[in-house]
């Protein structure tokens, strides 16, 4: 990683963060200045505000006209009528003198508007809501992101009392599908690290694989949360901050307390923002605070497969169980067009609506199959535990076993544990899915016991090449794909 990453991962016990120096100095002072005399006061006399109401016509590429919110909102306005300069000069003037004291960014600026009764620097479910038309669009657009902001955290925080009830039922459910070992044990870090990504990819379907729009939209949401390390530290925690571990077998009784101690940073997260003018001007010129909020029930989703997805893969690899992958390879087509040359039938006729066939996935996107193997059970086949995940909904293929392997491209791969970084300003999210990743070897030589290209040969692993005894049928894996399913026939001159 480079000097503008930041990862915050599972197992390692020190966040690293990197961000401009000027954005870190800032959020370490108070978000106000103090007025000619050096008096702090301890209240805030409402004043109006000495801006004008603009006139005239900015469009935004909607066709909706900044300078008149009566149109509707607009996610390009904040750039279009240059709000991070008229911030930044209304703190140099009325909030030089009136920002004193302990009196917040958020809570100045809407009572120099006599906007009173608000408070929208924690999460607040009444007392802070979005304001009337009677302003310029400049002060309208600063004082709604100071509502959207706060609604962002706010609804999530809302969203997740609706998915812990949903996740914790399911979840034990699931744990018991898998049957972790009971000393199993996972990182409250690691937890809090899921449900801050969740929060991040907010509307988003999947936790990888970004692209067009949604790429932009997580980029600048992901972007604001590297240049305020402020907010950051409550998001995505340290293993030295939280060094607490859950019993896995107790995740689902745990989980009200673990959604409690997010929503306790999450609060801490906007005031952070709301407190002060630098965090709140890099946050509300992503856009994103600018235009619609987002979607309360994708937010449920959002959170419930990505904890689910979590569980799923750590209880797994409690079990010795790895995710083998198959690369460039339609097993059902090697079925059909192939199978006079197998060493054995592979019984994969077709793709059921989860795209299962017998102990395989496959993944049509990018051409891969990919199947869980049991280091202990060398000839377990997993059919019947992923139609249960997928059929149930706990999780998707693509998250579990396509976020595993992406997970797998990622510098954070051995730390285990969910990453988030940033390299070259694009975000990735990786390792939710926390499977070891193992790829079959297709390149072996005759009188080798090679199995992968990239993890140790497993114990029981073809011990008598192409024979097992007397029959003609080596010891594998029912996932496997490498190169006694071809060769073998070969060798004997079958074929």
Partial sequence: MNNSTFSSTLASTLL???????AASALGTPPYGTNSSGNVPSTLLSVKSTSTLSTGVAMAPSGKNCKNPKTGLDRACWDILNLSAYVENWMRTTGAELCTGD????????????????????????????????????????????????????????????????????????????????STNVALQAVLVCLAVAFAFIDLPLVFALTGAELVAVTVLTTAVQQTPGVMRFLFPSKTEEPAEIQM????????????????????????IENNSTAFTIWASTGLFSGKLADLNSQQHSLYQTLNTFVASQALRAN???????????????QANSSERLTYDIKCPHYDEFGVCNAWWHDNKTNIAYALNDRKALLHNFNKEMRTIFSEGWTTA???????????????YLQRGPTV?????????????????????????????????????????????????????P??????????????????GSW
């Fill in 249 to 272: 077998s107790q995740m689902s009784n745990e989980l009200a307390k673990i959604v409690m101690k997010f929503q306790e940073n999450m609060s801490k997260a906007v005031g952070a």
């Fill in 421 to 473: 970084s940033f390299d070259g300003g694009r975000p990735s999210f990786a390792c939710v899915s926390g499977l070891e990743v193992c790829t079959w070897d297709v390149h072996c030589r005759w009188g080798e016991r090679c199995e992968f290209t990239d993890c140790e040969t497993q114990d029981n692993f073809s011990l008598n090449g192409c024979f097992s005894g007397p029959t003609f049928h």
């Fill in 320 to 334: 010795d169980v790895i995710l083998t992958v198959g690369m460039d390879t339609d097993v059902q087509q090697l």
């Fill in 475 to 492: 010891m594998l894996p029912p996932g496997y794909l490498g190169f006694y399913l071809t060769e073998c026939k070969k060798k004997m």
């Fill in 16 to 22: 690293t963060v990197t961000a401009s120096s000027a």
């Fill in 398 to 412: 693509e998250q579990l076993f396509a976020g595993a392997q992406q997970c797998k491209q990622s510098a954070d």
């Fill in 103 to 182: 009196i917040s960014f958020a809570t100045c600026f809407q009572q120099s508007l006599n906007v009173v009764g608000q408070d929208c620097t924690g999460i607040r479910h009444t007392t802070c809501t979005p304001p009337t038309n009677s302003y310029s669009p400049e002060d309208y657009y600063v004082l709604y992101n100071i509502y959207a902001i706060n609604q962002f955290f706010n609804s999530f925080w809302t969203a997740l009392n609706s998915a812990n009830t949903l996740a914790s039922e399911v979840m034990q459910k699931m744990i018991n599908t898998i049957s972790p070992p009971e």
